[in-house]
């Protein structure tokens, strides 16, 4: 399994409406967690097609 590179704990906190917390499953968490791995893994290749090393918010 790899490393997940989101914080449950700060999802949480953000997962609000209204001023009130809602419950996240762990099922989002796993669909928010394979989005950000894939956006990442996408922004690399947009960076390398452009001849850069840094991965920039453009990249997104």
Do not use: P
């Amino acid at each position: 399994m790899t490393k997940s590179v989101i914080v449950k704990s700060q999802v949480k906190d953000l997962a609000k409406l209204d001023g009130k917390n809602l419950s996240v499953s762990e099922e989002f968490y796993r669909a928010l967690e394979e989005k950000v791995q894939k956006d990442i893994e996408n922004a690399c290749k947009r960076a390398k097609l452009n001849s850069r090393n840094t991965v920039m918010a453009r990249d997104l």
